[in-house]
């Protein structure tokens, strides 16, 4: 842009030096036109003067007191001296009139030849001028087309540095500050031929030995993370089977010392399901949220899953297991149910009753507890993430078992739905493969 701006004014200058240059051309056939062109304006007794301002010359007339001198003068000058002819007796006397130089310069007129034919005088431009004006313009058209050269020579070379060196630097330039953000998605462009290709490529394996890297650091992290998170949402269903046995050996055990004992095995059961607790909440928010991979599975591998979260209360299974394939991930279905057993038993205290329906599409599971549930308003809200109802006070718990549950069963191709009917209802459904 710099060198653009100092050709443009250096064509400002050359433009404004050589501004009001004549640049017509003129030939012979030029003057013979303007030499009758003034023969006629003489003869139709117009002012000489002005002929000679509109024509750009000068008349001499034989008669005229400096002819001599103006006359070598022209071609002293190599100015252009056409004869003045076709005068008419009364022009050729008025030029008389303007006085005699006592040098007899008139040229004699060959006899029978008339008046009008005869010369009377000189007409003279300055073709030296001429001259001198056209070398000026074709001067003015060489140094147009020296700076046109120059000007696209200078912009190619430019051009050429731009692409080669300067470009190139900014993309360095440009991933480099990706990179430092933490961008390694971004490609570097290499192109062939280029000097900087293999100073590039070296960059973009930097930049692809990164992201590598950090994709194995943060797989590393999540494993880790969800392994935690695994374990110590996994560990509350043995403490909440070891701390019913404790409640019901302390209602049946007579001996004061063993209810004691089994009193501090209750306390510490309870400890441990807290911290338990608290260290699946935080990994739980470092993760988001869990892996789910549903796969296909045999639906009666159900019966066993309610079976085996029978430590908690009586759970009275109605009618037989519809046989089918169903979408499920078996450790996952495994946590919803032992997390909505769990909460019959801890909001609830009542059997829970569980019976099946199947459709086209799905297969559905009911579970249903017969406690006071919660209000229709809560309905819609028990299974956002940290949200407890109005019957949880006094009780713990963190507010992330149904939204778990729900989260499960969705990423698992189904569904929970919960409501009231004669207690508290959560429905599952399956999809079918």
């Given amino acids: 842009m710099t060198y653009t701006a100092v050709m443009l004014l250096f064509l400002g200058l050359i433009g404004y030096g050589f501004a009001g240059t004549d640049a017509d051309g003129r030939d012979m056939v030029f003057y013979n036109a303007q030499r009758l062109q003034i023969q006629q304006a003489l003869e139709d007794g117009e ?10 010359c000068r008349i ?23 004869d003045l002819e076709g005068m008419t007796a009364d022009t050729a006397e008025q030029g008389k009139d303007n006085g005699d130089t006592g040098i007899d310069t ?4 060959t006899p029978g030849e ?4 005869a010369p009377v005088g000189r007409i003279i431009w300055n073709a030296g001028e001429q001259r001198y004006r056209n070398m000026e313009r074709a001067l003015f058209l060489r140094v147009i087309v020296m700076w046109g050269i120059l000007l696209a020579g200078g912009c190619a070379l430019f051009g050429f540095f731009y692409l080669r060196f300067v470009r190139p630097f900014r993309r360095l330039q440009t991933f ?17 031929h280029q000097y900087f290709g293999a100073f590039t490529e070296s960059f973009d394996l930097m930049r692809e030995e990164l992201k590598r890297a950090k994709e194995s650091e943060y797989q590393a992290n999540r494993s880790k993370k969800e392994l935690v998170a695994e374990l110590s949402h996994d560990i509350k269903t043995p403490i909440a089977t070891i701390r019913a046995t404790c409640e019901v050996l302390q209602m049946k055990e007579l001996n004061p010392d063993t209810k004691a004992k089994v009193a501090v095995i209750d306390a510490k059961a309870d400890m441990v399901g807290a911290l338990a607790g608290n260290l699946f909440q935080a990994s739980l928010e470092e993760l988001e949220m869990l892996k789910v991979e549903p796969v296909e599975e045999q639906s009666p591998c159900i019966r066993g899953m309610l079976e085996e979260s029978s430590g908690y209360t009586e759970i009275r299974i109605e009618g037989e297991m519809p046989s089918c394939l169903v979408w499920m991930d078996k450790l996952r279905l495994r946590q919803v149910i032992d997390n909505l057993i ?4 801890k909001y609830a205290g009542t059997p829970v009753t569980v019976n099946f329906y199947e459709t086209e599409e799905i297969l559905g599971i ?3 507890d017969e406690g006071e549930g919660v209000g229709e308003e809560e309905l819609l809200l028990i299974s956002d993430k940290y949200y407890r109802g109005n019957n949880a006070k006094g009780k713990g718990g963190s507010g992330l078992g149904l939204y778990l549950a729900k989260l499960f069963m969705e990423q698992m191709y189904g569904g929970i739905e919960f409501y009231q009917d004669q207690g508290f209802v959560a429905e599952l459904t399956l999809k079918k493969v």
């Fill in 106 to 109: 008139a040229e004699p007129v």
């Fill in 47 to 56: 002012d000489r003067e002005r002929i000679e301002q509109e024509y750009d």
């Fill in 366 to 368: 009911r579970i249903r």
């Fill in 60 to 82: 001499l007339f034989f008669s005229d007191k400096d002819y001599a001198l103006a006359l070598g003068t022209a071609y002293q000058n190599e100015a252009l001296i056409m």
């Fill in 114 to 117: 008339s008046m009008e034919s």
């Fill in 176 to 192: 480099a500050g990706q990179i430092a953000a933490g961008n390694l998605d971004m490609p570097l462009p290499m192109k062939k």
């Fill in 342 to 345: 769990s909460n019959s038993w």
